[in-house]
Each structure stands twice: as C-alpha cells, then as structure tokens.
C-alpha cells in the first residue's frame, strides 16, 4: 500500500483568492490523480498529474482555475484559483503504480469551504 | 469516456441481513472495477476488486460479481453489522491506452448509503 500526506486537511477561504493543496506519497508511484467531492456526492476525476509536463485534464475542468503541478514521482499540488463558493468541495488526491487492475489509494482529503 | 450507474442510491438493512448493490458501465474496453467504503469524513478505502478476467471474487462476508457480457457488476456483503454502515461506491477502470494497461484512473458510481439497523 501507499501512504499519501495530503493537506491541508481542511481550509476556509475568501472567495477571489486561491489555495495550493499538496500531495506527498512515502514511494514512487506511476501515476498521481486530482479528485473533487462535493458534498454528499461521488467523486469525480479533475486530472492526471504528470510528471515533468501538463496535467491532462477532464471534460469540465480547465488548467487555468485548477493548476496542477507535478515536480517528481512522490510530489504533486492542485491550486483551485479565483475560488467561489461553489468550489467548495472535499478535495481527494490519489495514487496508483500504474499496474494492470492495479489499486488506487486516497489521500484524506481537503475539505475546502469558499466564504 | 466510461459512465458508470449504481443503485440503489440508499439501502436500509437489519444486522445479519445481506445487501446487494448493483453497478452498470458503459464501456465494454473497462477491465478493472473496484469497491470503495466510505465513513462520514474520511477517505475511500478499497474493500474489494474485481478483474475483468474473473466472473467473482470474494473475501470473508465480502464478495464481487462481474458480468462481462450484461457490462454490470454486483457487492454483496452477507452477515450485515452495524460497523458496515457507510457509503459504497463501485468504480471503473477504462484503460488510458491501446495496449490495455490500467492506470488507476476511474469513473465512479453515484453512491450507495448503506444502513445496517441494530
């Protein structure tokens, strides 16, 4: 298994401003995951994190409001920009070696609130 | 892109009933399709999976059925007690790339809250 540092845990923020999320894996792992959860919903996929060049991104989402960075194999950050209410979400990393069938685990999450 | 379907989206047991909770998927190149367990305010941890090459799996009050043909796959947890209350989320897993390989990046279901009555 992979243990994931995610933080901060949690976080209230003005709206306009941004917040940097970080994500930090004990071992090298193949492929690194943005997640959002608003409340009482599922999760769905923001971006692959990949190392050394652009995050691909999901239908819905663009690099300008949700910049990721990914500088190695056991680092990456998502920054939710000019943020608004409704970005007000619980925000999951998640990691994966990438194998066939392979297992994903989570970070704990950051539960972001928008004032 | 893959769309995944989960109902019911609430289930309500009594302790030592069983719960069967049903996902649908759309796209027939999914090969991997893994169970999260979800307690208010904490992560998704996985509980069981299931590889496309395998019609079930189980493990202990635990088990996972795949058909491949009908593209839906089925948790059932025997036994119910109280602790197994949670959501339930199924997943898929469509290959990013021709060559098959899985990446770990999925498609979740909706949710499934369970209740398992004392």
């Known amino acids: 298994s992979a243990v994931i540092s995610q933080k901060p845990s949690r976080d209230i923020c003005q709206r306009g401003t941004s917040l940097t999320i970080q994500c930090q894996v004990d071992s090298q792992v193949t492929m690194m995951f943005w997640y959002r959860q608003q409340p009482g919903q599922s999760l769905t996929l923001i971006a692959t994190a990949n190392q050394g060049s652009e995050a691909t991104y999901e239908s819905g989402f663009v690099i300008d409001k949700f910049p990721i960075s990914r500088p190695n194999l056991t680092f990456s950050t998502l920054t939710v920009s000019n943020m608004s209410p409704e970005d007000s979400s619980i925000y999951l990393c998640?990691?994966?070696?990438?194998?066939?069938?392979?297992?994903?685990?989570f970070g704990q999450g950051t539960r972001l609130t928008v004032v | 892109g893959e769309n995944v379907e989960q109902h019911p989206s609430t289930l309500s047991v009594q302790e030592g009933d069983s719960a069967v909770i049903k996902c649908t998927y759309s796209?027939?190149?999914?090969?991997?399709f893994p169970w999260y367990k979800q307690e208010l305010g904490k992560r998704p941890q996985l509980i069981i999976d299931?590889?496309?090459?395998?019609g079930e799996k189980k493990d202990q009050r635990i088990a996972v059925t795949l058909n491949k043909t009908a593209k839906h796959f089925s948790l059932h947890i025997t036994e119910t007690q109280p602790e197994d209350s949670a959501v339930y989320f199924c997943a898929a897993n469509l290959p990013s790339n021709a060559g098959g390989t899985s990446y770990g990046k999925l498609t979740f279901g909706q949710g499934t809250i369970l209740t398992v009555h004392p």
């Open positions: 299931i590889r496309s090459n395998v």
């Open positions: 998640s990691v994966s070696r990438g194998a066939v069938g392979t297992e994903a685990f």
């Open positions: 796209d027939s190149a999914s090969n991997y």
